[in-house]
């Protein structure tokens, strides 16, 4: 007699997902070592066809006939996140936020219903209790009338629930903590997170109901998380930044129905996230007159310009071998820039210890950032402080050349609007539409600019 349902052994890494019939100690689809996890996975057929049956009108279409219902996106209300998600929720997609435990993801996804009072909700919630997720909306405030919370791990009857209500809106938080009982092994493994999203993306596709997935991940990457998913949901919104400071930052790392290169920042207050529109003010109460070591950078993330501190601390090497350490800035770019400063300028820095750190907790991977870390790594160096009206904007070729970088007018004019009285840019960055009340000190090279700077 056949047993019923039969399991073999498989290998998944939990960094990319990638499946293998054997153990490796190196995935062989991402290069990264150590990752592989064994989960046992049944052979019978796959729960998807018990599940969701297709939807009757599965025949090909003429692509000229088929409706483009962008008019059809939801606003959420809350302004930052429909401008991620670029230009409001898409009906029927499947949009995962991923983050750090403690970082905001129940609390945004909570504060959706209840600020969206005309919108039908399910929340499902698969960690706290029903008295959790109530203790948490009062405290966030709104209305909670057409919002349903729904306390299941099986995804299955998330599903069954969720034809039943038929919402606006589906929110499952989080991925990690659901099972589907078609698989062995418990929630959160590979299969199961990903067979758990491929039953809701399904759900998502058939019914048009958006949905919201909340997916933890942890620094070592341990528990199968989004990056399993990534491939898998229409738009990814990772949450980063300090979970001890109070500002959070939601990026957009993969969007198919809109730009990636988004970033909005909200601040955690006692009752909920606040939206930070204008993300300077982050750094502007932080920037303290006459310290030495710290340069502002008028930097580009997205499409939207703004100013961030960098913070630089050159110390006389203690031990034999220099410390490089740079928190928020690329550590092989601080190299490289140092070896610039060292090679092309003459500052003897091969034995000093050096020390970045970019404030609030961002992570920065604009070019433009370069003049900003130099003039913050010499300020420290010569103990001379530079301006607080003074902000920079430029790239540091190899050969000390200081380059120009995109969008340079709408930086100088974001600095202009915040009171910066001085911006130091390429030569060659063309300025076209100056704001009056900024000058604009244009400079070649490295050492032109430190004869400029520290000239006083
Ligand atoms: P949470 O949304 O539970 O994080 P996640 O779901 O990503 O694990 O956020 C929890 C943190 O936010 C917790 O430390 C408490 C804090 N918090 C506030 O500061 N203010 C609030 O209004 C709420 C709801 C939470
Ligand atoms: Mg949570």
Redesign the pocket.
């Known amino acids: 007699m056949a047993s019923p349902m039969k399991t073999k052994s498989v290998w998944f890494c939990t960094s990319c997902g990638n499946e293998s019939p054997k153990w490796m100690g190196q995935c062989p689809a991402c290069g990264e070592w150590n990752t592989m996890v064994e989960e046992k996975v049944a052979k019978g057929p796959s729960s998807e066809r018990k599940v969701a049956s297709l939807s009757k009108d599965s025949v090909s279409v003429r692509l000229s006939e088929v409706g483009t219902d962008d008019s059809q996106r939801i606003s959420l209300h809350i302004a930052e996140v429909d401008r991620l998600l670029g230009g409001g929720l898409v009906r029927g997609s499947l949009v995962l936020i991923g983050?750090?435990?403690?970082?905001?993801?129940?609390?945004?996804s909570?504060q959706i219903p209840m600020m969206n009072p005309e919108l039908k909700v399910l929340y499902v919630t698969g960690e706290e209790s029903l008295a959790q997720v109530k203790m948490?909306a009062s405290?966030?405030g709104g209305n909670q009338d057409n919002c349903l919370i729904y306390s299941q791990t099986c995804i299955e009857d998330v599903i069954q629930e969720a034809r039943r209500v038929n919402p606006d809106l589906l929110i499952v938080?989080?991925v990690q903590t659901m099972y589907s009982y078609s698989l062995e092994g418990s929630s959160g493994s590979v299969s199961q997170v990903r067979e758990c999203a491929s039953l809701l993306l399904r759900y998502a596709k058939e019914s048009g109901t958006p949905i919201f997935l909340?997916g933890?991940i942890t620094k070592e990457g341990s528990i199968a998380g989004p990056k399993v998913l990534e491939h898998i949901v229409d738009v990814v919104l990772q949450?980063e930044g300090e979970?001890r400071g109070a500002y959070r930052l939601l990026r957009g790392i993969k969007n198919r129905f809109g730009s990636t290169s988004e970033l909005a920042v909200f601040e955690?207050?006692?009752?909920?996230?606040r939206e930070v529109t204008n993300p300077s003010e982050m750094l502007i109460p932080m920037h303290a007159e006459g310290l030495s070591g710290v340069a502002v950078c008028a930097m580009l993330d997205g499409t939207r310009p703004f100013l961030i501190e960098v913070q630089a601390l050159v110390s006389s090497a203690a031990y034999g071998t220099p410390q490089r350490s740079a928190t928020g800035f690329d550590q092989r770019r601080l190299n490289m820039l140092l070896a610039v400063l060292e090679k092309r300028s003459g500052f003897k820095l091969a034995q000093k210890d050096v020390f970045i750190n970019v404030a609030g907790g961002l992570k920065v991977n604009d070019p433009a950032c370069d003049l900003a870390v130099i003039c913050a790594v010499l300020s420290s160096n010569f103990d001379l402080s530079i301006p607080a009206d003074l902000c920079f904007a430029a790239e540091v070729g190899l050969s000390g050349e200081i380059r120009p970088v995109s969008q340079t007018d709408r930086r100088v004019s974001e600095a202009a609007r915040l009171g910066f009285k001085r911006i130091f840019v390429s030569k060659y960055a063309s300025v076209e539409h100056v704001m009056k009340g900024i000058e604009v000190v244009k400079v070649g090279d490295v050492t032109e600019l430190v004869k400029n700077l520290f000239k006083e």
């Open positions: 983050g750090e435990p403690g970082i905001g993801k129940s609390t945004l909570l948490r405290r966030i938080d989080s909340i933890h949450f979970n955690m207050t006692g009752t909920g996230l």
